[in-house]
């Protein structure tokens, strides 16, 4: 069973840091592209970042490139997702996803619970 559990989440202040894991299990992890999607209240899941399986790329939505790095250690079987500079709009549940292809889209293969981040202004 594949399993995907997030942890860091939390509250943050406007232009603080926060640092998302992901945990994997169940797959073999270099094999797939990770990615980083979230959710606002009310919104569509929209795409945040993905890297490559052995990490040497990757790709971010434009309203978080430059603030956030998507990395991953394939020993410990982890994606992580580093928020810097985080906005009130950064605000949303993020998840993660396992997938066959590097893609903006909803189109990965296992997805996580879900972890929330409220950045207060």
């Known amino acids: 069973q594949v399993q995907l559990v997030e942890s860091g989440g939390g509250l943050v202040q406007a232009g603080g840091s926060l640092r998302l894991s992901c945990a994997a299990s169940?797959?073999?992890?270099?094999?797939?592209?990770m990615g980083w999607f979230r959710q606002a209240p009310g919104e569509e899941r929209e795409f945040v970042a993905a890297?490559?399986?052995?990490?040497?790329?990757?790709y971010y939505a434009h309203s978080v490139k430059g603030r956030f790095t998507i990395s991953r250690n394939n020993a410990e079987n982890t994606v992580y997702l580093q928020m810097n500079s985080l906005k009130f709009e950064d605000t949303a549940v993020y998840y993660c996803a396992a997938g066959d292809r590097m893609t903006v889209l909803n189109d990965y293969k296992y997805w996580g619970q879900g972890a929330q981040v409220t950045v207060s202004s």
């Open positions: 169940g797959l073999t992890f270099r094999s797939y592209v």
């Open positions: 890297v490559s399986g052995n990490g040497g790329t990757t």
